[in-house]
């Protein structure tokens, strides 16, 4: 009876093991991570300080990560974001001015069920001196000015630095002939707006040669530099022109009345040309058409609809016309296959909006080919076109989406995963760009969680205290449904699975 007992207590023990060994590291916690900075295989320059982050598939089952390089400890991290020699921060020295080589890093993942893990990284350092950009894309480049444009005397120049990559551009600096103007931190890198009166040294600029320089500092902690060149043109002073009658803020109306000046520039009445400093003119536009393509750059272009473009039938048709310098735009009209629809004085030039319910002519599209005109009137007082043409399908085969990419997925969780019981689910929904999205309203067996109007999307945040119904979860199965409102108007549905285990 004393040996029957004691194998009974035996095969119970022995069954106990084996189940909680069959379950194993990936029992309620998902470790999976990845380098995402550097990236594997890749080449740095000599000297380069070299930023280190991991990231988690789910950081809410990571209790820390410890890094080495070449078998030396770095150091562990136990906060999300994972990150090692940030441009911040003078510690990690191990992953600083890095001499030439091949490298392997390694880190240790410990997660929240008590298990650790491994995943690795192999990169190089050359020999030889780079640009120093270690592993961020900083590459920017000078949308405006346009490089050895010219502009008329008294003109504002508007600046706008677009990066490759924003997301790894910690701020940028703007100077001007070597006068620093402002430091931009935030995209977009803009400076001279039209809708502030700031960044005076761009404003009411006066004849000669100017270059533009911006110092990027990069997250990596490099900086780097820029240029763009421009000029603005000397006055006429002969007989013709007076610069002290110069007066830009003088209360001219627009009516079109026009007059050709002495300088062969035809001014949309004789106000503007009085207050442009003119000495004579005549009644009528100068000969040729006048000044079409002289101190006024019209010249603008359909940012949307897409030329050519197909849209899903009853669509709303988003139209956008971004001018080259829109402080020479005076208004612009839009006519939809000869229709007119209605004038626009003011930047952005936009008809169509998702917060509005005008412009009928271009919402709940029926099939068809369809052009649309912008007729442009510039401040000299010439008028001028542009066209763009699209088709409506004669099927409904893609929801009316009009030209909005709305198209999102659940990043987090994964659609059919298990957890344990008493979990809190980290929401995250990734769209495939952010820009057309409205905002996103989440639900949880149809129960309302929270509207989210900022990328990213995210829910349930470790950092954060709302969201209870996604907080310490009892056993059942859930759908997690997210509802997308893009910026054409329409709405969206998108769904996820998961199961809370007993």
Known sequence: MKNLFITLITLLAVTFSTNLLAEGPSVGCNWNSWFEYPSNGNQYDQGCDMYVKVKPQKYQDIEYMKLYIDGHYIR???NYPYEWCKSGSSGDTRLRNMSPGNYRLKVKIKDRCGYEHEEECNFEVKSGYGNGGGNCDWDSWFEYPNNGHKYDNGSDIYCKVRPQKYQDIEYMKLYINGQFIRKESSYPYEWCKSNSSSDHQLRNMQAGHYRVKVKIKDRCGYEHEKECNFEIKGGNTNACIDPSQINQNAACNYIYNPVCGCNNVTYSNSCVAENAGVQNWTSGPCSGGGNTTGNCDWDSWFEYPNNGHKYDFNSDVYVKVKPNKYQDVEYMKL??????IRKESSYPYEWCKSGSSSDHQLRNMQAGHYTVKVKIKDRCGNEHEKECRFEIKGHNNGGGNGNCDWNSWFEYPSNGQKYNRGSNIY????????????????YVNGQYVRKESHYPYEWCKSNSSGDNQLRNMQPGHYTVKV???????????KECNFEIKH
């Open 483 to 493: 509802k997308i409102k893009d910026k054409c108007g329409y709405e969206h549905e």
């Open 427 to 442: 929401c995250k929904v990734k769209p495939n760009k952010y820009q057309d999205i409205e905002y996103m309203k989440l």
């Open 76 to 78: 562990k991290e136990s």
């Open 335 to 340: 006519y939809i296959n000869g229709q007119f």
